[in-house]
């Protein structure tokens, strides 16, 4: 089955203490991307991957951290979480860069206290 | 970059009657406008998208429209059904950033 696999699910933490979510596709898309959610604000862009060894930042990076060091997975990391990182966040992952379907993982809560 | 705004932010309906959803966007040289679907607790799927080079896609109930002049593509949906009830994003390429950007969002709720 195509599918996105993120984790944890759920999350919650303290301000300072690093933490990563873990993305995993098996449809060997190129692109990769991970958005935050926030009522009021829609899906916003954190970083994207264009392929392997090939990130670049969206539209809200400050704080976060990725790696693509396989196709198939895209950590995003969180060296010292602060409260404004409580979010609901979604890996996705596509074809194409911006001009095709993406797929994304089931999302991941966190809350940092 | 691009900017997609959307409106409205929450939209109520009566079962049966119909909900459309705008969005406009911002660079000219955008051609291609997805519509994604989150129903709660869920994650976002895409129901339709539309590429520049046609003016209306339909797929069942659902149908998108797109003005390329006035920069607007919206999103109808008739005979609404209960199950429609979700929040919905349309999409916009920022070409020259490899990316999609998304509109914040319409929260619709069909009544029955």
């Known amino acids: 089955e195509a599918q996105v696999t993120q984790n944890p699910r759920y999350l919650i933490t303290v301000t300072g203490k690093k933490l990563t979510v873990t993305c995993s596709q098996n449809?060997?898309?190129?692109?990769m991307s991970w958005y935050r959610q926030d009522p009021g604000l829609g899906l916003r862009q954190i970083y994207y991957?264009?392929?392997?060894?090939?990130?670049d930042k969206g539209d809200v990076p400050e704080g976060y951290k990725v790696s693509r060091k396989e196709k198939r997975n895209f950590p995003l990391i969180l060296e010292s979480p602060s409260p404004n990182q409580t979010s609901l966040y979604f890996c996705?992952?596509?074809?194409?860069?911006?001009?095709?379907?993406?797929?994304f993982g089931e999302g991941s809560r966190l809350t940092v206290l | 970059g691009e900017n997609v705004e959307q409106h409205p932010s929450t939209l109520s309906v009566q079962e049966g009657d119909s909900a459309v959803i705008k969005c406009t966007y911002s660079?000219?040289?955008?051609?291609?406008f997805p519509w994604y679907k989150q129903e709660l607790g869920k994650r976002p799927q895409l129901i339709i998208d539309?590429?520049?080079?046609?003016g209306e896609k339909k797929d069942q109930r659902i149908a998108v429209t797109l003005n390329k002049t006035a920069k607007h593509f919206s999103l109808h949906i008739t005979e609404t059904q209960p199950e429609d009830s979700a929040v919905y994003f349309c999409?916009?390429?920022?070409?020259?950033?490899?990316?999609?950007?998304f509109g914040a969002g319409t929260r619709l709720a069909v009544h029955p």
């Open positions: 660079d000219s040289a955008s051609n291609y």
């Open positions: 999409g916009a390429p920022d070409g020259g950033y490899n990316k999609l950007i």
């Open positions: 539309i590429r520049s080079n046609v």
């Open positions: 996705a992952s596509s074809r194409t860069a911006n001009t095709g379907e993406l797929f």
């Open positions: 449809m060997n898309h190129e692109y």
């Open positions: 991957s264009m392929n392997v060894e090939v990130t």
